[in-house]
């Protein structure tokens, strides 16, 4: 009897292993077919998506299917709606999968399709329309104005993901339009000719959808294409261990995402291999730039939307507040005023793909090591350079005068950031100038530029009385001045203060932290370096 009942204990247990193989064998056989969708994310990150999904879900509109542009998002566009962001918020959806979000997210993206260019021969074929409102670009439109060809990129590859993540999500007949859409966006940007390497994260992007569309198309040719391309980026990033786009709080956000579609999704264990490597890389070359006390990336900044991160949401900021608590990440209150809000709804990829910060990067974003001076090769006529100190950062630019700037093309060769007395960031970022170079060391930032130079100035409690062609009394900041300008001039820009020093040649800002005692009237000042 104690023999058979052994033998009934041990057929049970072995039972119990085969269907807790079958059991796993049936969950890692659904994780493969649908791509990481059982993935779990931690808090930070699981909360951000939640806010990106009920920030869109207050601005879609049924009718069109797709999203209202909110009042911060980008000044520049007069459209009411937003056809990439759509398809953001389409991704977003997909990743929830709450009762309902399947419908709303196949919709959205039937909507989004019908954005595209799809008459071949066109400068513009297999791009998408910005917003359904856009004109149909005439022959004589130009690039930007009339329409924007990296949509093809940046809708791509959400589709992409959709398609390796979501497969099971989506009807068989719109995944097949999605594959279209992406096979016409691809030919349309072999067919303009346009993008070069050095354009780090649309070059990145390309790389990856190029590969995705070959694989999936079976079009050797463009797979071979599509290596030569991503080891034309590699050699390029490797040169110098930086992008072409150096220190962009918003383009490095993209470099990132293209990055790990690399290391994700890329068809060969060589895309792998250098997308890891390359984005541990920008991660490295972040934390260096970057201060934790200011929760601000010092510049120079080849392309930047803004000064502080903490007023307006840059890509950067996004991912950073998916390891970094609310109160230590660089993010400004949600709404759907927030100055450029609408990249805000890009968190569905990050959430999917996931930030791998190395662990050297991680403790310097998390706090200052020490005061340091930083010099950086970008390419073989510029250099970055910078001072980072706990409440005091800048930098600048030498381009070997390569390199001009104006208030439209975002490069701010010279820029300053400190913490005020308010506890609010200032800022100063020369906005225009002939080229340039700026060198930053220990003590401040020296300037060489012929011709003039407007310098713009930000801090709560600024006065212009306080600011003289030799010296600037900044709140929290003093700034001494020797320039050779034969003229001087300020004037107000919005909220901000222009300098203008017409006819110079030579520039050099002694920079003073100025800090106000506790038990010292608001009169009593000390200084500091």
Request: overall charge neutral; hydrophobic content about 40%; aromatic content about 10%.
């Amino acid at each position: 009897m104690t023999n058979f009942n052994e033998t009934r204990k041990q057929s049970r247990c072995w039972m119990i292993r085969i269907l807790l193989l079958v059991t796993l064998g049936f969950l890692m056989a659904q994780s493969k077919a649908y791509g990481q969708s059982n993935r779990v994310l931690n808090a930070y990150t699981s909360d951000l998506l939640q806010q990106s999904i009920e920030l869109a879900e207050k601005a879609w509109d049924a009718q069109t299917m797709l999203l209202r542009r909110p009042l911060g998002s980008d000044a520049g566009h007069a459209q009411i709606y937003m056809v990439r962001e759509s398809s953001w918020y389409a991704l977003g959806l997909l990743e929830r999968d709450a009762p309902g979000d399947r419908q709303r997210a196949v919709g959205i993206i039937d909507a989004v399709l019908k954005q595209q260019y799809t008459t071949p021969g066109v400068r513009w074929y297999g791009t998408f329309r910005r917003s359904p409102e856009e004109p149909m670009p005439s022959t004589s439109a130009k690039m930007w104005s009339g329409y924007d060809p990296n949509w093809r990129e940046f809708i791509g590859t959400t589709f992409a993901v959709i398609l390796i993540e979501f497969p099971g999500r989506v009807p068989n007949q719109l995944a097949q339009r999605m594959e279209t859409a992406i096979e016409c966006a691809i030919q349309g940007e072999i067919d303009e000719k346009r993008l070069r390497p050095t354009y780090s994260n649309i070059a990145l992007m390309y790389g990856f959808l190029w590969d995705y569309a070959a694989v999936h198309g079976h079009r050797a040719p463009w797979r071979q294409a599509a290596d030569q391309w991503c080891e034309q980026v590699y050699r390029r990033y490797k040169q110098y261990g930086a992008f072409d786009e150096y220190n962009s709080p918003t383009y490095y956000g993209v470099d990132l995402y293209g990055l790990a579609l690399w290391r994700s999704y890329g068809s060969t264990q060589s895309m792998h291999t250098k997308g890891q490597e390359m984005e541990a890389g920008l991660w490295r070359s972040i934390a260096t730039f970057y201060s934790p006390a200011l929760r601000n990336l010092s510049g120079p900044f080849d392309r930047t939307y803004g000064m502080d991160m903490q007023s307006y949401v840059s890509l950067l900021g996004v991912w950073l507040s998916t390891v970094q608590a609310p109160g230590q990440a660089p993010l400004p209150a949600i709404a759907l005023d927030t100055d450029h809000v609408a990249d805000f709804w890009f968190i569905p990829h990050i959430a999917i793909l996931g930030a791998r910060i190395p662990d050297d990067a991680m403790r310097k974003l998390e706090q200052l090591s020490g005061e340091h001076l930083q010099r950086s090769q970008i390419t073989e006529k510029r250099t970055a350079t910078a001072w980072i100190g706990k409440d005091l950062i800048y930098g600048g630019e030498i381009t070997q005068k390569t390199k001009a700037t104006e208030p439209e093309n975002q490069f701010s060769p010279a820029t300053i950031q400190w913490r005020t007395p308010s506890g609010k960031i200032g800022w100063m970022r020369v906005v225009e100038s002939p080229a340039i170079d700026a060198v930053a060391d220990k003590e401040g930032l020296s300037i060489a530029a012929n011709g003039a130079l407007r310098i713009r100035l930000f801090a709560a409690g600024l006065r212009a009385e306080d600011i003289r062609a030799s010296s600037w009394e900044l709140p929290g900041l003093r700034v001494k001045v020797k320039c050779d300008a034969k003229s001087f001039k300020t004037e107000p820009a919005g909220a901000a203060l222009d300098l203008v020093y017409e006819g110079m040649t030579a520039m050099r800002l002694k920079i003073e932290k100025v800090a106000i005692s506790a038990n010292a009237s608001p009169q009593v000042a000390v200084i500091t370096q």
